[in-house]
């Protein structure tokens, strides 16, 4: 594709500027970057679109070249560019040099392996130090602009490599004392020296005559950067923080470098090199300067901050925002070394007067107020980080800065701020006088009610009334002389524009209860005294879902129903049961009960009806407890902007089942005692306490009939529990149960657990057969054997005896069955299997290891289980 | 000390997204380092679209947004400075620096190098201020004479060029943008060592230096007994100096004549090059007391090549210009009104202007009035429920003009009429607007003889004619409302 010609490049570069991510997902994006360094070199383009194109390239390069290679290769063709350029007058140079910057400082390319990075920092080298680079560096007349631009770059690289031009400091001195545009290379020695500085100090290295070595860029064998100085990574981007001196802990240990009196008295004379130009220096880069001698000097042996003093003076005259800025940095980073208590006073005096000069504009004034109550003191009393004002500002020099109804919302919170602090520190002091900052305070807050209440007034008011009230209430919440009218100026407040129901509410759920209970109360008592169906119900409404509580509960039922009446949409209706919802919670209570039930028949929508028929359920089946966990707010969806799907969130986390791991441990005990149906007797041991526990059962296949779910109301642990759980088979056969348990938490969460799955043994399915009238014998025994055939089946099995004999094995397990007997020699067994087989077993002549056992069933299928089971026996001792 | 992007919005309501990004550039470098120094805290600058938004909304500048977002209108999302935190897409942006001036936002996000949890105080961060002097030359650019939206347009074609001069990489170099506009056009074979940055080039012609010095009064006066009058003179020195040579010094002493009130709250160019002591602490916020230092005052420095304001200052002079008297009386469906006005005998009589508003808030529009004016001539604005009375040049001789007049007021709709949230019911206030011209209330001057200059030639020292133009606020209340009044003293 051929060059672009300038409107399609102005197009293409106005719908990317549009949305960047939009443009580079579609089908132009692939493209852009490759077009626009190759038409950089276009002879059809002027210099002025170049410019353009370069431009973007400076905003954009990790969309256009995302990757570190990729932006490798863009420097490349851009410092290709540079180079190919007529050695005539030419607009681009300077764009293509911080292009070729930009690319490889953003694109994470800069390093020594990076081959642009190799040709780029030597050609910027020598720009700064203003040598002869030949015919394809333009005319003269650039060369100082040039010189300039690159030691912009080299500070941007230094920047993003720290240490990287440490090796450059003798040059860079050099070039400022003799030649050289003045601030660029001021600012870049500045850098450069706060960089190595903390480089060594962590290296443990000192300057090595690095402040007086004068090597050449032409590079006599080694280059003036070093990558190792520099660091792998970011690593030491991430030392530099923090930035603000105070914060820090004695200085990270580089005050515990021992200088040399040599690289002592040569670091002075930099410093010193640099403040004594700095006059010739922009205001913005007097700053910066003033900022990175701060940051480098800040606990370094031998170097008094004096050198910054004879400074001073001129830069707190000024007005401009960056230099006094900068010298509250130097106030933080020496305190006491530099500002004797009559400096911080002056410097105190200055801010406060900065921060009310008319002549200054107002986002000024904010920001210096707020530097007046971080004030970096030398003495400060109270705890660091926070908001307070300072020692030595008294109230008379704070005069001109309390707020007035005539500020802006931002000037009026900052002045408060501050008066707030004042009061509550000169609580003792103003005992009795008339004109006290305390009643102005009061006043100050009864204009912004005022204000607020207007009808149709703006929201910004009432956000600001709220703001200042709570701002007053955090700084002076142990002063009951503010918060007494401020509570009651409030409630007033809420009489006359019931509409600013949700700043109440917000500003209720912010504040502490030695406002928010009296505030709450009174606000109750306005609602629930109306009549229910003025034009602000909904307000109302709103208003007492978060104000009710287990107080006057009558009035506030009397004022629902009357409001019930004029619930007309279903808004509305939701509204109210809200407030149900929030009586609930708070406890109920008896009318409650029958006015959910009304409301489960009045309401008008569906949906309310519901509602209110689901609360009345709830009411009527939980206990207080179980009520307040259902209807709490849920930590799982802490902020919905619906009060609708947060409740519904709510009811899900609590009324909605989950699944958990078994808290209990299900076991099969003892057999029990008799009853029709074989019964299997439950062992039940829990480990944290259950509630409404509800045991599953289902049986695997069809063998048995299905089982009824076993309910325990209260489970504790360490005391297990005994169940019986009656079977019902259809066919005499072992199975396994599978079990679930639902039951709810202590936290109130109904939860529910797969147990692992339950046998039912053959034996645990034995009935005894009823007693006959002529009760039980040998003839008894003898009928039953002889009608098991010819239908039934016969056979023998040989049952292993354990040491104990025969008649431990009988007693054990076989003890209910016995019919006949004739200890210890033999005994006849007949067992009844549900739901209608019979085992009979006839054991006798029991040998030292073993006994023969005939058995007869009229069952056919019973008799592989009764040889395993008797197989069994003697195991099973 | 960097930004890591800026933005300049004009906020135009009516339109569907109520605003139009005008221009805004991103530093790709710095928004690197961000990402290292902010760690896990990180936010990336987002494109133009959401940040728009976001910032509007927080500016509360979008058309009907009146519902209450607790995200902004929450009581504890204080905001006391013009630093703001914008939500964006389930994250938040901070610090974003921005104000609104003229219709324009200006903003901007610097770079904090540290994490911002938790948020570090805005003192600690150098890139706080280094934005808003971004912004405020950003600002002085765009309206230092800038006469219409033509103007303004081709002032902001020329800022990607500029911003690539004057903060190529994010780190500000001048804020000064027509210093810089100055330096792209002005490109100098042998550029002289020392030469400052805040000066390109040297002037070559005639040497000459003009001084001028304009003050304005403001006044609120309040004819209570328990609430204190308020007035206050604040003085802007205005400098031109065409000199020629590199860095030529020049001297400039302000005088006051005997008594006159001294100069307070002083504050300088940063080319003022050193500040005798009394000028620094000579301050309104103390106390006063006749030790006061009142001059001459020395201004030694060394001028850049444009006008620049040498310096401001306050006064506190023993009486306002004119004393008002303002009442207002609800009668019924009517409202009486009185208005006296008494220029003060030491001031000069000849005005450029002289008009006193009287505006009506929360009321309809007039419907009647009947008045009298013993002096100059009344407008009604019925639909804007105004006043104005328009004095013209003189007072008459007797020095005490007055107003008086009763009116009748129409239903109030809400749209139209203007609203005040202070002027309730009994409270109101009279404006003055008044230009005096060649004449200063505090008498400070700067006269020829004390300019000294050292520089080659003996330069033409001018004074040219000094004017003050004032606002003066009278308020009344008959206790229904509430009067923006004066902390205690």
Known sequence: MGPLSRETWAQRLGAFRASPSAFMAGPEGEGLGSDLLSDLRSEKLSEHTKVSL???????????????????????????????????????????????????????????????????????????????????????????????????CLRELESCKPGLLGGCLGLLRGLLRHEGPVQPLSLLLALVLRNTLEVQARAGASLQGLLVASNSPTGDGHSPWDWTLAGEGDAHLQAQAPSWPAAEEGGRGLAALEPSPEETRELRAVVAQLLDASYLLTPVAQAQLLWLLGWA???????????????????????????????????????????????????????????????????????????????????????????????????????????????????????????????????????GQVQSPRRYLEELLGGLRQMSALEGGPRALATLCFQASYLVVRCLAGHPTVLTPLTHGLAQLYQARPALAPHFVDFLDRVGPELGKPLKGMLREQVVSREGGDGALRWHLQMLATVVDRDAQSATLRFLRAAAAHCTDWSLEQALLRVCRALLWAGGGDGLVDFLQELAGQLEDPDGRDHARLYYILLAHLAGPKLGVALGPSLAAPALTSSLVAENQDFATALTVQAALPPLRLSVGPRGAEGPGPVLQLQLEAQEPLYSLELRFRVEGQLYAPLGAVHVPYLCPGRPRLLRLPLQPRRPAPTRLDVRALYTTPAGLTCHAQLPPLPVDFANLFLPFPRPPGGTGPGFFEELWASCLPQGAESRVWCPLGPQGLEALVSRHLEPFVVAAQPPASYSVAIRLPPASRLLLRLEAAQADGVPVALRTDDWAVLPLAGDYLRGLSAAV | MA??????????????????????????????????????????????????????????????????????????RINKTSVYGLPVESEEIWPVVAFLKNGIIYACVPLVEQTLSPCPPLISISGISQGFELLFGLQDFLYSGQKNEAELNTKLNQLPDLLLHSCPFGTLLDANLQNTLDGVNFASVSQPQKQPAWKVGAYKGKPQVSISITEKVKSMQYDKRDIADMWQVVGVVTCKCDLEGVMPNVTISLSLPTNGS?????????????????????????????????????????????????????????????????????????????????????????????????????RGPITHLEYKVSFGQLEIFREKSLLIWIIGQKFPKSMEINLSGTVTFGAKTHEKQPFDQICIGGTAYVKLHFRILDYTLTGCYADQHSVQVFAPGKPKISTPPLSKVSKLQLWISDGSGHIPSPPPG
């Open chain 2, 3 to 76: 930004q890591r992007a800026v933005w300049l919005i004009s906020h135009e309501p009516g339109t569907p997204l109520c605003g139009i990004v005008r221009f805004s550039r991103r530093y790709p470098t710095v928004e690197k380092r961000a990402k290292v120094f902010n760690g896990a805290t990180y936010v990336p600058i987002p494109e133009d679209g959401p940040f728009l938004k976001a910032l509007l909304f927080k500016l509360r500048l979008l058309d009907g947004d009146t519902d209450f977002v607790e995200s902004r209108d929450g009581c504890s």
């Open chain 2, 262 to 362: 001294p100069l307070q709250d002083i504050l300088v160019h940063p080319c003022v090059t050193s500040l005798d002591s009394a000028i620094l602490t000579s301050s309104s916020i103390d106390s006063m007391d006749d030790s006061a230092f009142s001059g001459p005052y020395k201004f030694p420095f060394s001028p850049p090549l444009e006008s620049f304001n040498l310096c401001y200052y306050t006064s506190q002079v023993p009486v306002p210009p004119i004393l008002g008297f303002y009442q207002m009386k609800e009668e019924e469906v009517q409202l009486k009104v009185t208005v006296n006005l008494k220029l003060h005998e030491s001031v000069k009589n000849n005005f450029e202007f002289c008009e006193a508003h009287i505006p009506f808030y929360n």
């Open chain 1, 54 to 152: 370069l431009t973007l390239t400076l905003e954009f390069p990790a969309q256009l070249w995302p990757d570190a290679p990729a932006a490798e290769a863009a420097a490349s063709s851009l410092l290709d560019t540079l180079v190919l350029l007529p050695p005539r007058p030419s607009a681009l140079r300077r764009p293509l040099l911080l292009a070729a910057t930009t690319a490889l400082a953003a694109g994470g390319a800069l390093g020594p392996t990076s081959g642009a990075s190799g040709r780029l920092l030597p050609l910027l080298l020598g720009l700064a130090s203003g040598r002869d680079l030949g015919r394809g560096f333009g005319p003269a007349s650039e060369q100082h602009l040039l010189q300039a631009t690159a030691c912009e």
């Open chain 1, 297 to 431: 000097l800040r606990g370094r042996r031998g170097q008094p901050p004096a050198l910054f003093k004879p400074q001073l003076v001129r830069l707190l005259g000024t007005a401009q925002l960056a230099l006094l800025h900068a010298v509250l940095a130097l106030k933080a980073a020496f305190g006491e070394a530099m500002f004797t208590t009559q400096d911080e006073a002056l410097l105190l005096r200055r801010l406060a007067l900065a921060a009310q000069h008319p002549a200054l504009p107002p986002p000024a004034h904010l920001f210096y107020l707020h530097c007046l109550l971080s004030f970096p003191e030398n003495w400060p009393l109270g705890p660091t980080g926070e908001e307070a004002a300072p020692l030595l500002l008294g109230p008379q020099q704070c005069r001109g800065l309390l707020p007035s109804l005539l500020h802006d919302p931002l000037s009026l919170l900052a002045r408060l701020h501050l008066l707030c602090l004042l009061s509550a520190e000169n609580e003792e002091e103003e005992e």
